[in-house]
């Protein structure tokens, strides 16, 4: 599996950026894709995931400011960022997830840079 990120930039405080992610190669039927982000210093954590049935999950820190969404078509899921904070500055990871019995599998895309400014 490939993902493909774009979207992401510079952009002032309390503005909005949109992420995307395509995901090609074997894609299965059931699986997760969501986002993570990493600021320096910092450890890799969760932003949103949206499962292959539309079923959402966000951390505390972007609820109600972040949406997650697919196009199971597309294989593509976006990542709408709104009322951006200094702190939502990372480096933006798509990621693509699926259990399998051996367990779980999982790839990662390269990675977009969020730079939020004051």
């Known amino acids: 599996v490939q993902l493909v990120e774009s979207g992401g930039g510079l952009v002032q405080a309390g503005g909005s950026l949109r992420l995307s992610c395509a995901a090609s190669?074997?894609?299965?039927?059931?699986?997760?894709m969501g986002w993570f982000r990493q600021a320096p210093g910092n450890q890799r954590e969760l932003v949103a995931t949206i499962s292959s049935g539309g079923r959402t999950n966000y951390a505390e820190s972007v609820e109600g400011r972040f949406t997650i969404s697919r196009d199971n078509a597309k294989n593509t899921v976006y990542l709408q960022m709104n009322t951006l904070k200094n702190e939502d500055t990372a480096v933006y990871y798509c990621?693509?997830?699926?259990?399998?019995?051996?367990?779980?599998?999982?790839?990662w895309g390269q990675g977009t840079q969020v730079t939020v400014s004051s």
């Open positions: 990621n693509y997830r699926r259990t399998v019995a051996a367990g779980l599998v999982e790839y």
């Open positions: 190669g074997s894609i299965f039927r059931n699986y997760v």
